[in-house]
């Protein structure tokens, strides 16, 4: 791991980039910041547990849907969200985009001017 992949490492980008935005009002950035954890379990049980853990962390509540579950909790505007997504629902998706690189539309769509 390098230090930009290390949770210090992540951190310290992170001030870095607030210290600098406060320091260049004129340099424009995206209001539509989102920190998110996508646990990765090699079972329900523990997928559903630590996005439990997590939200029991940050004080948040945990929705569950179809297996799969997230907690968010918001930073002065700025979202934090853990998620897991079920087998079954991982599944269900590649089975449901398993044709995506083999259907194209019959005629090419025409973009309007100035796209």
Known sequence: MNQQ???PGIIAGLRALA???EANPDVPF???ADFTYC???DNDADGLAEVRRVAELLGAEVNI???SADAKRMFEGLPFRVFYVSRQRSADWQ???SYDQNV???QAVEQPAGV
């Open 19 to 21: 210290d600098f935005h």
């Open 30 to 32: 995206s209001v539509a």
């Open 5 to 7: 992949t290390t949770r």
């Open 104 to 106: 194209t539309a019959d």
């Open 39 to 41: 646990v990765l379990a």
């Open 65 to 67: 849907n179809a297996g």
């Open 95 to 97: 089975a449901l985009t």
